[in-house]
């Protein structure tokens, strides 16, 4: 009998090790994908030399570039983490204000990258797929958002 107890509980380690392990690979792939999409969407619209070329710091375009990438390790951290700072709603109003124009313009400048689409899609020969590409987009990031609002953060 003591063989028994000892042999299921080595089975439920490894099925916990090869939870872990998937859990771990799951996690990686949504990184790899999310940060693709960033570097994607910031090559498709021209981000940075756009923001040299307005800002006439051409020699200084490495300020943008180490600038957007400390951003994206501190939120990565920051959301990592759970950091979090007791501030009062007043002075929460203008990261707020800014914040929202960040989605704002973020937004637009979605809806202009739209456009790629249909041209890929004609170069890769799937424009008869164009309306399932959209739908699934827009279906899978709305399910996205759901299960996270409803489910994962419920508050």
């Known amino acids: 009998m003591p063989q028994e107890a000892g042999a299921g509980a080595g089975r439920s380690d490894m099925m916990g090790a090869v939870g872990l392990t998937l859990v771990v690979l799951v996690a990686l792939a949504g990184g790899f994908a999310v940060g693709s ?16 070329q307005i800002t006439r710091a051409h020699r200084r375009s490495e300020v943008f570039e180490s600038a957007l990438l400390a951003g994206a ?12 700072f007791a501030l009062p709603k ?6 707020a204000v800014l914040q929202g124009v960040f989605v704002g313009m973020m937004s637009a400048a979605l809806t202009e990258v739209l456009n790629v689409i249909p041209i890929l899609t004609k170069q890769l020969g799937l424009k008869r797929y164009l309306f399932a ?9 709305t399910t996205g958002s759901l299960v996270d609002w409803l489910i994962l953060q419920p508050r």
């Open 133 to 141: 590409l959209l739908i699934a987009l827009v279906l899978g990031k």
């Open 37 to 52: 999409a960033f570097i994607a969407l910031l090559i498709v619209l021209d981000l940075i030399p756009r923001l040299v």
């Open 73 to 84: 390790v501190y939120w990565c951290c920051a959301d990592f983490f759970g950091w979090t």
């Open 90 to 95: 007043a002075v929460l109003l203008v990261p």
